[in-house]
Every structure is written in C-alpha cells, then in structure tokens.
Nanobody
C-alpha cells in the first residue's frame, strides 16, 4: 500500500511558475513509476508527465513538453512537477499517481495509487 499526498498548488498569473510535490509513504518508493495527471472541470483526467523508477526516463504530454519538468528524489520518497510558462489552459486539479508496471505511462487505468489532488489555477 502507498499513500500519496500532493502539495504546492495555488493561484498564479499566466506566465508564472509553480512547483508541485507529492510525498509518498508505505512500500519502497523506488519500486514505482510515478506520474502526474490533471483534470479540469467537465473534462476527463489527462496525462501530464511520468518518470521511471530511478528517474532515468521521463515522458510528457505534448501540451506541456518544454514547459514542465518531472523529477523524483527516492531518498525523500517524493516526486516533483516544475511548471513554467503557465497558461490558463493549465488550470486543473493535479493528481500524483503510482504504478508498478513499466508500460503505457499515459493510461490512468494502469495506476494503482492516487493522491487527493492539488488545485492549480492560472489567471489571465
């Protein structure tokens, strides 16, 4: 069992930056692929970014590539999402997720554990 707790959300102006954190507790953090998803009101949950178990590989949605950076610190059992050049289209609840398998990083159905989410609001 893994518990995930996100933090770092808030309100920011367009063009600004935020850094989200997700602290994990429970089983060995390094055994999980970690990812961030987001969900805006009335929309389906969408993939944002994922990182392999030891951070050697990262994956991004086209919409955030070049603006967002996912990273992890296995010693601290924490995954981060650095978000730069934010736009109002980035407004959503952001969720941290963990899974054991190594394929299809962007499919939310394959993730075993989820955090409660943190709200990011970007004003124009």
């Amino acid at each position: 069992q893994v518990q995930l707790v996100e933090s770092g959300g808030g309100v920011v102006q367009a063009g600004g930056s935020l850094r989200l954190s997700c602290a994990a507790s429970g089983r060995a953090f390094s055994s999980y692929v970690m990812a961030w998803f987001r969900q805006a009101p009335g929309k389906e949950r969408e993939f944002v970014a994922a990182i392999s178990r030891y951070g050697l590989s990262t994956y991004y949605a086209d919409s955030v590539k070049g603006r967002f950076t996912i990273s992890r610190d296995n010693a601290k059992s924490t995954v981060y999402l650095q978000m730069n050049s934010l736009t109002p289209e980035d407004t959503a609840a952001y969720y941290c997720a963990a899974k054991s398998g190594v394929s299809d990083y962007s499919n939310p159905r394959l993730y075993d554990y989820w955090g409660q989410g943190t709200q990011v609001t970007v004003s124009s």
